[in-house]
C-alpha cells in the first residue's frame, strides 16, 4: 500500500488557478477526506493525483515514486466516481472483471490495439480466465453481490451500483482508493450503512484511501484525518475532533459542525487561556493567537442554561430564550443575547420542560 504526496500542487485551467499551493501528506493505510463547499478544487485535486489532469506545477508521489510523469492506468490508484460510471450494457460480472481483463490481455497479447480487445470482451464467446473468474467471484461475495452477477447494471438499486463500482476499483489490487463523492447519489438512510461499509472496507484492506466529500458529516464520521478545502487552498489539516475543537477559521468553525461565532478583544491572558471582551460580558478562553481582536467560538453543545439565580460560571451572559424546538434526542434553543442570536443544544430526557 502506498503513501500519497502532494508538494506545492497548482493547477490552471486557461490562465485561472484554481488549485493554489496544494500540500497533503497522507500516510500508508490512513482513511484521508477532501472536505470543502462545490467548487473548491476537491475533485481537480483527485484527477490529478489519479493522472487525469496533468499539475500546472508541484509534485505528486504515490509510495516512493514521483508519478507526474506516468499514466493513470500505470499509477495503481482505484476510482469510485458520484456517477458510479459503469457500463449499462454489461452485466454486474463483466463490469467487475472488465479492467482485469484489460490488463491481462494488454500485458499478454502482441495485439495493442483496445479495439480488438473491446470487441473481444463484448462477444458473447469471451471467455474469462479461471483466475480472473475466483477474483470476480471473490469480491463480488465480499461486496454482497454474489447473486446480482448476471444482471445488468441498469437493473440494479443506487447503492448496489455503488458496491458495483467499489468492486470494480476493489479488484485491480490498488495501492491507493480514490472516492469522488460516491455516496452522494445515495439517499440518507442508505448513505448512512454506505459510509459504514467503505469504512469496513478500507479498515479489512487497509488500503490507503482518500475520499472527497462536501458533507461535512460524512468526513468528520469515516476519516483518520480531514483536510478543509476554499477557493482552491487547503485551510486546515487535522483529526476530526482537532477539526472540531481547535478550528483555525470561523469557516472551519462554522463548516464543520454547528457553532456560534462572536467578536472579542483579548485584554489578558494566562498561559494557554485568555479573557476575552465580548460587549458588555468577558469570558476565559483557551487561545493561542497572537493578536488581540479575535473571534470565540461556542459550540452549541458547551452551552448550559441556568436560571438567574445561579450565576457561578466563569463564562456567563444574560440572554432571552426566542424559540425551542425538539429534536429527539436534543432540544435546540434559539437565544438572544445582546446583538446575537446563538444556538444551545441540550439533552433532552424524557419528561424534561421544554422551556
Ligand atoms: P469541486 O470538486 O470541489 O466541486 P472542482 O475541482 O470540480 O471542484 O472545480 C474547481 C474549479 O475548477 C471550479 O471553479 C471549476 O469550474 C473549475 N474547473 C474544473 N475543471 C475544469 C476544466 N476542465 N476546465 C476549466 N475549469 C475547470
Ligand atoms: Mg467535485
Known amino acids: 500500500m502506498g503513501a500519497v504526496v502532494v508538494e506545492q500542487l497548482v493547477k490552471d485551467f486557461s490562465g485561472v488557478t484554481v488549485l493554489q499551493n496544494i500540500n497533503l501528506d497522507i500516510e500508508e493505510g490512513e482513511f484521508f477526506a477532501l472536505l470543502g463547499p462545490s467548487g473548491c478544487g476537491k475533485t481537480t485535486t483527485m484527477r490529478c493525483i489519479a493522472g487525469f489532469e496533468q499539475p500546472t506545477d508541484g509534485i505528486i508521489k504515490i509510495g516512493d515514486e514521483t508519478v507526474n510523469d506516468i499514466a493513470p492506468n500505470n499509477r495503481n490508484c482505484g476510482m469510485v466516481f458520484q456517477s458510479y460510471a459503469l457500463f449499462p450494457h454489461m452485466n454486474v460480472f463483466d463490469n467487475v472483471a472488465y479492467s482485469l481483463n484489460v490488463s491481462r490481455l494488454k500485458s499478454s497479447n502482441p495485439l495493442k490495439k483496445m479495439g480488438i480487445y473491446t470487441r473481444m470482451l463484448n462477444s458473447k464467446l469471451a471467455k474469462y480466465p479461471k483466475d480472473i473468474e475466483e477474483k470476480v467471484n471473490d469480491i463480488l461475495e465480499y461486496v454482497e453481490l454474489e447473486d446480482h452477477a448476471k444482471k445488468l447494471t441498469s437493473e440494479l438499486s443506487g447503492g448496489q451500483q455503488q458496491r458495483v463500482a467499489l468492486a470494480r476499483a476493489l ?101 494557554g487561556d485568555a479573557v476575552v471582551q465580548i460587549g458588555e460580558q468577558s469570558v476565559k478562553s483557551f487561545s493561542n493567537i497572537e493578536k488581540e481582536d479575535v473571534q470565540v467560538v461556542i459550540r452549541p453543545e458547551s452551552i448550559d442554561l441556568v436560571d438567574e439565580n445561579s450565576r457561578n460560571y466563569d463564562n456567563y451572559f444574560e440572554g432571552t430564550i426566542q424559540f425551542a424546538t425538539y429534536l429527539g434526542s436534543t432540544v435546540r434553543y434559539d437565544i438572544k443575547v445582546g446583538k446575537y442570536q446563538l444556538i444551545a443544544d441540550t439533552v433532552y430526557e424524557s419528561g424534561d420542560n421544554i422551556l
Open 171 to 271: 479488484v485491480m489490487e490498488p495501492e491507493v482508493l480514490l472516492m469522488d463523492e460516491p455516496l452522494s447519489n445515495l439517499d440518507q438512510k442508505l448513505r448512512h450503512s454506505m459510509r459504514n461499509t467503505i469504512r469496513q472496507i478500507q479498515q479489512d484492506l487497509k488500503i490507503t484511501t482518500i475520499f472527497v466529500t462536501h458533507d461535512q458529516e460524512e468526513a468528520m464520521s469515516m476519516a483518520d484525518r480531514v483536510a478543509v478545502m476554499k477557493d482552491g487552498e487547503i485551510l486546515q489539516i487535522g483529526t476530526p475532533t482537532d477539526l472540531y475543537s481547535h478550528p483555525q477559521s470561523p469557516f472551519i468553525a462554522d463548516f464543520v459542525g454547528k457553532s456560534n461565532i462572536l467578536d472579542g478583544k483579548i485584554i489578558s491572558r494566562d498561559n
